[in-house]
C-alpha cells in the first residue's frame, strides 16, 4: 500500500515558478514509478510527466516539454515536479500517481495510487 501526499501549489503570475512535491509513505515506493496528472474546471485529466523507478528516465506531455522537470528522491520518498514558465493554461489541479512503469504511466495504463491533489493557479 502507497499513500500519497500533494504539495507546494499555489497561485503564481505568468512566467513564473512553482515547485509541486509528492510525498510518500509505504515501504515499497522505491518500486513504483510515479506520474504527474492534471485536471482543469469542465476538462478531463491529462498526463504531464513520469519518471521511472530509478529515475533514470523521465517522460512528458509535449505541452510541457522544456518547461517541466521531473525528479526522485528515493531516500526520502518524494517526487517533485519542478514548473517554470508556467502559463495561465496551466491551471488545474495536480496529483501524483504511483503505477509499475513510467513508460505505462504515460501510456495510459492507470496508475495503482494517487493523490489527493494540489490547486496550481496561473494568473495572466
Known amino acids: 500500500q502507497v499513500q500519497l501526499v500533494e504539495s507546494g501549489g499555489g497561485l503564481v503570475q505568468a512566467g513564473g515558478s512553482l515547485r509541486l512535491s509528492c510525498a510518500a509513505s509505504?515501504?515499497?515506493?522505491?518500486?513504483?514509478?510515479v506520474g504527474w496528472f492534471r485536471q482543469a474546471p469542465g476538462k478531463e485529466r491529462e498526463f504531464v510527466a513520469a519518471?521511472?523507478?530509478?529515475?533514470?528516465?523521465?517522460y512528458y506531455a509535449d505541452s510541457v516539454k522544456g518547461r517541466f522537470t521531473v525528479s526522485r528522491l528515493n531516500t526520502k520518498n518524494t517526487v517533485y515536479l519542478q514548473m517554470n514558465s508556467l502559463k495561465p493554461e496551466d491551471t488545474a489541479v495536480y496529483l501524483c500517481?504511483?503505477?509499475?512503469?513510467?513508460?505505462?504511466?504515460?501510456?495510459?495504463?492507470?496508475?495503482?495510487?494517487w493523490g489527493q491533489g494540489t490547486q496550481v493557479t496561473v494568473s495572466s
Open positions: 500517481a504511483a503505477g509499475m512503469t513510467g513508460r505505462a504511466i504515460e501510456a495510459g495504463t492507470p496508475p495503482s495510487y
Open positions: 519518471i521511472s523507478v530509478s529515475g533514470s528516465i523521465t
Open positions: 509505504g515501504r515499497t515506493f522505491s518500486s513504483y514509478a
